[in-house]
Structure formats: C-alpha cells, structure tokens
T-cell receptor, first 118, second 110 residues
Framework: GAGVSQSPSNKVTEKGKDVELRCDPI?????LYWYRQRLGQGLEFLIY????????KSGLPSDRFSAERTGESVSTLTIQRTQQEDSAVYLC????????????????FGPGTRLTVL | KQEVTQIPAALSVPEGENLVLNCSFT??????LQWFRQDPGKGLTSLLL?????REQTSGRLNASLDKSSGRSTLYIAASQPGDSATYLC?????????FGPGTRLSVLP
C-alpha cells in the first residue's frame, strides 16, 4: 500500500489477556518505530527497528511488552497479561533511515490501534 | 537527555490570522526536526522536515525554521483556516529515534 497500515484499528480486551498489534510499513522503509499515546498525553517512544534488529528497546515499559519484525517488513507489538494502564493508542511509523550517508528519517505514521483494557 | 517543550499549549485565533508555534529543545546535537499535525482520534501527518544543516523549510502556507544554537524551531502558518485546527507536534532526532514535544492545540475560528 501507499502508506503505513495498522491492525486492528480498535481492540478491546480483558485485563490479563495477551494482545498482538500489527504494523505494515511503507514498502522499502527499513526503519520502523512504535509509540504509545495515552489519552490527552504526548507520544511515548517504545521501540525502534533498523531492518529486523532493534538497537533501541529503551522505551518498552516492562517485560510484558515485546516486539519483533521479520523480512524487514511487518512488525508485531505484543503485550502480555494486559493491565488497565496499557489502554492507549499505539502508533507505528516508518522511515527510509540512512540514505547515501545522510540521515533521511522523515517519519510517516499509521492511523494507530486504540487498545482498551477492561 | 533531550527535552522538548512547545509553547503555547493551546491557541485560539480567528480565521485569516498569521500565527507562530514554538518548539524548544535542550540538546542542539540533532540530525533533524520534523513538524506534524494530529487530528482528533487520528494518526500523525508529516508537515515539514528540516535537516540540521538547513535553516528553514516551506510548504504552501507553512514555514518552519530551525535555530540550533538557541535550541528553537518555529512553525509559521499564514492566513489560517478552520481546517488548520489540530494539534501540532514537533519531534527531534538525535540519531534514529525521535523525541516528541507535548504539542500545541490550535483552534481556528470561522
């Protein structure tokens, strides 16, 4: 597709259940980012992928959060044993990353997944 | 650690006014700065990207400037329209990751 897509658009789950969120980046974009945005708050960085590796996992809030990326394409963010404080919009972005020695990492965002933990 | 602030937090102006949104940052060692708009309940739309070697970028009625020495960027919106109503976010990259400001919520009244 032409842009970043995310699925599902909405997810309602019960406390303690696991959820998996999916991000399809723009074709050819090697960098992929996950962010969280709680209601009325700013964007909180979670994790970044360069290709299939994640050089920066510093933003993951706890060990219940994990993410993977395969084939330098689709990424999944998994939240285990969800808690009510996990309720937020989870946003994914992709960028070209390094191009010709210059950092060309203009980010393009998907529409987000709204997660509600009851 | 990079810290980003945006002033004002909210702004309401009548249609047709020119306006300036401000973004301040503490660490001038950045690669680039990007301005976004976010509409309620939606994702972010990229507006302008300024590389660290550039001073400004223009797109239509938008002009963004970057002054690394003072740790500031401004987004100038000319002849504002009700459709410009949104939250405007600046984000800085010191490498591959971005640090976002809290945003300025803009309302343009018809």
């Amino acid at each position: 597709g032409a842009g970043v897509s995310q699925s599902p658009s909405n997810k309602v789950t019960e406390k303690g259940k696991d959820v998996e969120l999916r991000c399809d980046p723009i074709s050819g974009h090697t960098a992929l980012y996950w962010y969280r945005q709680r209601l009325g708050q700013g964007l909180e960085f979670l994790i970044y992928f360069q290709g299939n590796s994640a050089p920066d996992k510093s933003g993951l809030p706890s060990d219940r959060f994990s993410a993977e990326r395969t084939g330098e394409s689709v990424s999944t963010l998994t939240i285990q044993r969800t808690q009510q404080e996990d309720s937020a919009v989870y946003l994914c972005a992709s960028s070209l990353a390094v191009v010709g020695g210059l950092v060309n990492n203009e980010q393009f965002f998907g529409p987000g997944t709204r997660l509600t933990v009851l | 650690k990079q810290e980003v602030t945006q002033i004002p937090a909210a702004l309401s102006v009548p249609e047709g006014e020119n306006l300036v949104l401000n973004c301040s940052f503490t660490d001038s060692a950045i690669y680039n700065l990007q301005w976004f708009r976010q509409d309620p309940g939606k994702g972010l739309t990229s507006l302008l990207l300024i590389q660290s070697s550039q001073r400004e970028q223009t797109s239509g009625r938008l002009n963004a400037s970057l002054d690394k020495s003072s740790g500031r960027s401004t987004l100038y919106i000319a002849a504002s329209q009700p459709g410009d109503s949104a939250t405007y976010l600046c984000a800085l990259s010191g490498g591959q990751n971005f640090v976002f400001g809290p945003g300025t919520r803009l309302s343009v009244l018809p």
